[in-house]
């Protein structure tokens, strides 16, 4: 079938993105779902700093390549082995899909699926295939979602459905942003009510890790960004004090869980020096390959502290997408104030200059 997607084109073109245009909205061939795979319309994409690490070049992708990771949409057809989704419900898409047989899989979600992640890497679906083309020429698969187009087939290990009540442009933001801010608070942290928790680094990652934490009644909540606007919107939402990094070196400022959510070595150092004596520091920031950060070990071992990894918001994503829908239904995770504005697909260069700057917690793209 016949598609329109924005498809990267080539990694690490220069900025303005506006002007040197990576991304071109394009017409595409969509082939049909294999056994284990669905055909979905999509709804709403949200634009996030994974899209923009593969046309920056921080992430090596093969190119041409159709982005976009945070999605959710209509099922439109399924494959004969498909159980866990029906037509016409709507899906929330997850950029890791799981295949259930690997060690990986076995580990309640704080290891990413071995199979899965092998397939995001080479611009596949989760079993190997491929169904996009353009001039009869292949175009990859963005960490088997593609999202960033009118039409996507994915893996049904991508696809988690959810309610008619939830928004589409909620369900997206739920598929990334929220998975992977608030598993890092639920599944990696774990923060009793009575504890402290610091968010570092005011994205939608971060911003999600702020209300999920607001969520939970957590009595200190944290919030840390060198802009000033995100700093306010973060009290808005739920966070009890809000400082610039240099606020929080500067007055040693200190919380028992601090969550890394910026993706660059200064965040994560400022985050590790926040931490206190016995605390856990989670980076959820995904950094270029080769950049170092410089902490002291020794603090590790002298004030028993732990440095956690939580990729994905270590989630098991068809357990915890409906338990943050069940949330936002009752009004305690308010995904919607993520929102930083709607937009069309033909404003995709534009939104990844929003992206760069620090100007957007999350933009959506509405489809029709």
Same mark, same amino acid.
């Given at each position: 079938?016949?598609?329109? &997607?924005?498809?990267?084109?080539? #990694?690490? @073109?220069?900025?303005?993105?506006?002007?040197?245009?990576?991304?071109?909205?394009?017409? /595409?061939?969509?082939?049909?779902?294999?056994?284990?795979?669905?055909?979905?319309?999509?709804?709403?994409?949200?634009?996030?700093?994974?899209?923009?690490?593969?046309?920056? =070049?921080?992430?090596?992708?093969?190119?041409?390549?159709?982005?976009?990771?945070?999605?959710?949409g209509r099922v439109v057809e399924i494959g004969a082995a498909v159980t866990n989704v029906?037509?016409?419900? @709507?899906?929330?898409?997850?950029?890791?899909?799981?295949?259930?047989?690997?060690?990986?899989?076995?580990? *309640?979600?704080?290891?990413?699926?071995?199979?899965?992640?092998?397939?995001? +890497?080479?611009?596949?679906?989760?079993?190997?295939?491929?169904?996009?083309?353009?001039? *009869?020429?292949?175009?990859?698969?963005? $960490?088997?979602?593609?999202?960033? +187009?009118?039409?996507?087939?994915?893996?049904?290990a991508s696809a988690v459905p959810v309610g008619d009540d939830v928004p589409p442009d909620?369900?997206?933001?739920?598929?990334?942003?929220?998975?992977?801010?608030?598993?890092?608070?639920?599944?990696?942290?774990?923060?009793?009510?009575?504890?402290?928790?610091?968010?570092?680094? /005011?994205?939608?990652?971060?911003?999600?890790?702020?209300?999920?934490?607001?969520?939970?009644?957590?009595?200190?909540?944290?919030?840390? *960004?060198?802009?000033?606007?995100? @700093?306010?919107?973060? /009290?808005?939402?739920?966070?009890?004090?809000?400082?610039?990094?240099?606020?929080?070196?500067?007055?040693? #400022?200190?919380?028992?869980?601090?969550?890394?959510?910026?993706?660059?070595?200064?965040?994560?150092?400022?985050?590790?020096?926040?931490?206190?004596?016995? &605390?856990?520091?989670?980076?959820? =920031? $995904?950094?270029?390959?080769?950049?170092?950060?410089?902490?002291?070990?020794?603090?590790?071992?002298?004030?028993?502290?732990?440095?956690?990894?939580?990729?994905?918001?270590?989630?098991?994503?068809?357990?915890? #997408?409906?338990?943050?829908?069940?949330?936002?239904?009752?009004?305690?995770?308010?995904?919607?104030?993520?929102?930083?504005?709607?937009?069309?697909?033909? *404003?995709?260069?534009?939104?990844? %200059?929003? $992206?760069? %700057?620090?100007?957007?917690?999350?933009?959506?793209?509405?489809? =029709?």
């Open positions: 079938m016949k598609i329109t &997607g924005a498809v990267l084109e080539e #990694i690490g @073109r220069l900025r303005p993105f506006s002007q040197s245009r990576p991304l071109t909205v394009s017409d /595409l061939e969509l082939g049909r779902p294999g056994p284990t795979e669905i055909l979905v319309r999509i709804e709403a994409a949200g634009v996030c700093h994974s899209d923009l690490s593969v046309v920056d =070049g921080n992430r090596a992708r093969p190119v041409p390549m159709l982005l976009g990771h945070e999605a959710a029906s037509p016409g419900q @709507r899906v929330v898409m997850s950029f890791l899909p799981r295949c259930e047989n690997c060690s990986s899989c076995s580990e *309640d979600g704080r290891l990413p699926c071995t199979v899965g992640s092998t397939s995001n +890497a080479a611009g596949t679906l989760l079993h190997g295939s491929m169904h996009l083309s353009r001039d *009869d020429k292949p175009v990859y698969h963005h $960490l088997g979602v593609s999202g960033f +187009a009118t039409h996507a087939i994915v893996d049904c909620v369900a997206a933001v739920l598929g990334c942003a929220v998975l992977t801010g608030g598993g890092a608070v639920l599944n990696a942290a774990r923060p009793k009510v009575e504890e402290s928790i610091m968010v570092v680094g /005011l994205g939608g990652v971060g911003m999600a890790a702020l209300i999920t934490a607001a969520s939970q009644n957590v009595s200190k909540i944290i919030a840390v *960004d060198t802009l000033e606007e995100k @700093r306010m919107h973060a /009290l808005r939402l739920g966070a009890h004090v809000a400082y610039s990094p240099s606020e929080v070196i500067d007055n040693q #400022i200190k919380a028992k869980y601090v969550i890394e959510c910026a993706g660059n070595t200064r965040a994560f150092e400022t985050a590790f020096a926040a931490t206190d004596v016995g &605390g856990s520091t989670i980076t959820t =920031g $995904l950094p270029a390959p080769d950049a170092l950060a410089k902490i002291s070990p020794m603090t590790i071992t002298a004030e028993a502290r732990t440095i956690i990894g939580s990729y994905l918001g270590s989630a098991v994503p068809s357990r915890d #997408i409906p338990k943050y829908a069940q949330l936002w239904r009752e009004g305690r995770l308010p995904v919607e104030e993520l929102i930083t504005s709607r937009i069309e697909l033909a *404003d995709i260069n534009h939104a990844m %200059d929003q $992206l760069e %700057d620090g100007k957007a917690v999350r933009q959506v793209i509405m489809f =029709g």
